[in-house]
């Protein structure tokens, strides 16, 4: 059956997304790209392979099922890392899949202690440290228990990385926080050194503090939003673009189209409204085209009398609201569109592009945002 609209991954576009970002951290610097939030709204099952075709082998998500998906569809033995929630249910299906996890408190540790003495199978994790984020790490007061507790059962542990993250690496305000973090995550680490406890990988950078903050990139970086074709912020292009290559000025190219199909045409005489209300009322006699996508789909009500598409290589307006599965486009100077004709919801028609970034800018959304609540059910194909 037809879907009323697809979404297309470029599979060239993300291969110049890795190739630019291996060169801009260089060769000591491994990659792992997070694929949380169904890998940005892109789909895992989508991602992981076109990853690792590209030459990754780390992935980081958010959850345990994510990690398992991940697990799934790898087909090089990638490593996967689970840096957020994980029920200690779960923990013995995560162990025995060589699948490493954060570790922010006891509780997770010594369930995942528990698990690996019972299988004799070594738990890889991550040791997180509190450096200012708030929301997860271990406490300095916390760290002296800790490291008795990893020093005592060394032989059941695989200590894969001690790792941190920074609260808003993306934007200049937080600057004076972003530097105090990176002073503390390095006395941390060298304190566990004279405690005599290394670990394989330290790692605290994700895109924006990759991009921005070249000291916190070390053995490895986290990157989710840049591999996926976006600066962070407006505010990190800005800051990186006198020291972009000059024949490369626009390295990080969206993987992301959305098209969809006119569904009918209709003529609507001038003084009627449109849709819905009052909202919009024909200032002309005009014609316009309905397209099947709405706020169920995710097209913001929001972008009611705002939202722009594609048709026919032209920018036409939305009119009207937006409603659950449809919205009304002015296609009133087009000539020869009809029934069937491509919708570009976000993408390249002709020579007219519509980026994320605009779209999200009328939605007051950030691409993070938006990427990720682009519904599951919407088809995903991989192209060139
Ligand atoms: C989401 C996330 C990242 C990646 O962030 P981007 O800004 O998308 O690169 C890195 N580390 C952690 C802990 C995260 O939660």
């Known amino acids: 059956m037809l879907h009323t609209s697809y979404i297309e991954i470029s599979k060239s576009a993300y291969s110049k997304n890795i190739e630019f970002l291996k060169s801009d951290i260089g060769p000591n610097t491994e990659i792992s790209v997070v694929v949380k939030g169904n890998a940005y709204g892109h789909g895992i099952e989508n991602i992981v392979p076109i990853a690792e075709e590209n030459g990754i082998r780390h992935f980081s998500t958010f959850s345990a099922d994510e990690a398992l998906r991940v697990h799934q569809a790898s087909k090089e033995e990638s490593q996967v890392m689970i ?3 994980l029920d200690n249910n779960d923990l013995e299906e995560i162990i025995r899949k060589g699948i490493s996890f954060y570790v922010f408190e006891f509780d997770r540790l010594e369930a995942a202690l528990a698990i690996a003495k019972k299988t004799g199978i070594k738990a890889k994790i991550h040791v997180e440290v509190e450096t200012g984020f708030h ?6 007061d916390e760290l002296e228990w800790l490291v008795k507790v990893l020093k005592e059962n060394a032989e059941h542990l695989e200590l894969q990385g001690l790792c941190t993250h920074y609260a808003g ?21 060298s304190w566990f050194e004279k405690k005599g406890l290394e670990f394989e990988k330290y790692h605290t950078a ?3 503090a990759t991009l921005l903050y070249p000291e916190t990139k070390m053995d490895l970086v986290r990157l989710g939003i840049a591999s996926y ?3 962070p912020t407006q505010e990190t292009y800005m800051y990186r673009f006198q020291s972009l290559p000059a024949d490369n000025k626009n390295p990080l190219k969206r993987l992301i189209s959305w098209k969809s199909s006119i569904m009918n045409t209709k003529k609507v005489k001038m003084g009627e409204f449109i849709g819905y209300g009052s909202s919009y009322m024909a200032p002309r006699d005009m014609t316009v085209a309905l397209v099947p996508i709405g706020y169920g789909h995710g097209y913001s009500r929001m972008l009611s ?3 722009k598409l594609l048709i026919g290589g032209k920018i036409v307006s939305v009119v009207g609201t937006v409603t659950m599965n449809s919205i009304a486009a002015d296609i009133t100077d087009l000539e020869g569109i009809q029934k069937g004709d491509e919708v570009v919801i976000i993408g390249k ?12 800018e009328s939605t007051q959304q950030v691409n993070y945002e938006l990427l990720t609540r682009l519904p599951q059910d919407i088809p995903r194909k991989v192209v060139e």
């Open 83 to 85: 840096m957020g929630m």
């Open 135 to 140: 929301r997860t790490g271990f406490d300095w």
């Open 169 to 189: 690496a993306e934007s200049i305000s937080n600057y004076v926080r972003v530097r105090k973090q990176i002073k503390l995550y390095k006395k941390i680490k």
């Open 206 to 208: 994700c895109s924006a």
């Open 229 to 231: 074709g976006f600066w």
């Open 305 to 307: 009398n705002q939202g």
């Open 349 to 360: 028609q002709g020579e007219n592009e519509i980026t994320i970034a605009s779209f999200g």
